[in-house]
């Protein structure tokens, strides 16, 4: 039985978590904060909301590495959207929360992470989630690049194939979605490692490709690269290309059980575990 239980809270979630479910701890969560409010989805099953925005460190006590300051729609009433957003990160970091990640809803997922990466030390930072249809890999590898010079070691691409009618409206064609996914992460993995990169597929062409590091010094770049899946055969695809999965939230266990099935079988083809992603 699960039962947090955090001062001052409005709401509180219970839920019971049996033997079969154990798998869900390995799923992270996410906490996103509207109007003054912080909702956090722990495990992909737990949902909390809290008032405070100093209560992160009490929740950051009880979920500890599975959760993450999903900042998709920061608010407050009385402080600007930078210092909001930068209050809300700095007490996360505090908290021992391991993960922020910039969204969409922020001016397209990436260009967020540069502000966190000046207002933190330690937390991670990633891109939760940019699509895989609209930017370059090159151009893609170029940013992230970048943002690992501002935050060295803490910065992750999430990538993600985007869903219609919303791409459809901007004149994006998501035809085979599983080849492009495929071809990006593997150029945009190759330039981030150094490699001048050649590529001729299906919606990926590069041509004798390499970073650009002007007056520094030339180094593969660590920045892990993990995929938003929604689709079971996304993540199959997740589970064998990818550094790590950046999963839905508010979905049922039953769902949860099945993308887990499904990282494992992705996983399995490159000889992993899902245990690796």
């Known amino acids: 039985q699960v039962d947090v239980a955090v001062p001052n809270t409005q709401r509180r979630h219970e839920t019971a978590i049996d033997d079969?479910?154990?798998?869900?701890?390995?799923?992270?969560?996410?906490?996103?904060?509207?109007?003054?409010?912080?909702?956090?989805?722990?495990?992909?099953?737990?949902?909390?909301?809290?008032?405070q925005v100093d209560e992160l460190v009490e929740l950051g006590k009880v979920v500890g590495r599975y959760a993450g300051l999903y900042t998709s729609h920061i608010r407050n009433q009385t402080l600007g959207i930078a210092d909001?957003?930068?209050?809300?990160?700095?007490?996360?970091?505090?908290?021992?929360?391991?993960?922020?990640?910039?969204t969409i809803g922020?001016?397209?997922?990436?260009?967020?992470m540069a502000a966190f990466a000046a207002c933190t030390d330690t937390i991670r930072i990633g891109s939760g989630v940019v699509d895989c249809w609209t930017r370059n890999p090159a151009r893609l590898a170029s940013t992230f690049s970048?943002?690992?010079?501002?935050?060295?070691?803490?910065?992750?691409?999430g990538i993600g194939?985007?869903?219609?009618?919303?791409?459809?409206?901007?004149?994006?064609?998501?035809?085979?979605?599983?080849?492009?996914?495929?071809?990006?992460?593997?150029?945009?993995?190759?330039?981030?490692?150094?490699?001048?990169?050649t590529f001729d597929g299906?919606?990926?062409?590069?041509?004798?490709?390499?970073?650009?590091?002007?007056?520094q010094e030339?180094?593969?770049k660590d920045v892990p690269i993990y995929i938003g899946?929604?689709?079971?055969?996304?993540?199959?695809?997740?589970?064998?290309?990818?550094?790590?999965?950046?999963?839905?939230y508010l979905v049922s266990p039953e769902y949860n059980r099945r993308a887990m099935e499904h990282l494992e079988i992705g996983a399995a083809r490159e000889g992993r575990s899902v245990d690796d992603l």
């Open 202 to 215: 299906e919606h990926v062409h590069l041509d004798g490709v390499e970073l650009d590091y002007v007056y």
């Open 161 to 197: 194939a985007w869903w219609d009618p919303l791409a459809a409206k901007v004149g994006i064609d998501r035809r085979r979605p599983l080849a492009m996914m495929r071809e990006v992460v593997t150029t945009v993995r190759a330039l981030l490692a150094d490699e001048t990169v």
């Open 106 to 112: 922020m001016s397209g997922g990436h260009d967020p």
């Open 146 to 157: 970048t943002l690992d010079d501002l935050a060295p070691g803490r910065i992750i691409l």
């Open 229 to 248: 899946a929604t689709g079971m055969k996304m993540m199959e695809l997740t589970g064998e290309i990818a550094d790590g999965v950046v999963l839905n």
């Open 20 to 51: 079969d479910d154990r798998c869900l701890l390995r799923t992270p969560g996410r906490i996103a904060v509207d109007v003054g409010a912080v909702t956090l989805v722990s495990l992909g099953v737990l949902v909390y909301e809290v008032q």
């Open 84 to 102: 909001a957003v930068g209050e809300v990160i700095a007490v996360g970091e505090r908290a021992g929360i391991p993960a922020t990640w910039g």
């Open 218 to 220: 030339r180094r593969p």
